[in-house]
């Protein structure tokens, strides 16, 4: 089992930046792979970007690509969504997801999520 918990959320302008932490319990996360999603009001939830366990193999959505970072810290137990440049339309709630595939893009290869946390940006 993991369980997963997203902090770092907020309101910010246009072409600011955030940084969101997806902190996780369990023996195993190491062995994960984790990524972040997202999901706007009456939109359906869409890929962001995930990492493997190791943090070495690392895929983005092309809405985010250049502009959005993927890392993570296996001895915190910890990934992290380094978000720049951000524009109005990132605007969703972020949810970190974790799954035992090397790399997936898709909602049902994620056994497991944490609760989400908003991000608004405001243009």
């Known amino acids: 089992q993991v369980q997963l918990a997203e902090s770092g959320g907020g309101l910010v302008q246009a072409g600011a930046s955030l940084r969101l932490s997806c902190a996780a319990s369990?023996?195993?996360?190491?062995?994960?792979?984790v990524g972040w999603f997202r999901q706007a009001p009456g939109k359906e939830r869409e890929f962001v970007a995930v990492?493997?366990?190791?943090?070495?193999?690392?895929y983005y959505a092309e809405s985010v690509k250049g502009r959005f970072t993927i890392s993570r810290d296996n001895a915190k137990n910890t990934v992290y969504l380094q978000m720049n440049s951000l524009k109005f339309e990132d605007t969703a709630v972020y949810y970190c997801a974790a799954t035992p595939a090397t790399i997936a893009t898709r909602t049902y290869e994620y056994p497991y999520w944490g609760q989400g946390t908003q991000v608004t940006v405001s243009s």
């Open positions: 369990g023996r195993t996360f190491s062995s994960y792979g």
């Open positions: 990492c493997d366990w190791g943090g070495g193999s690392r």
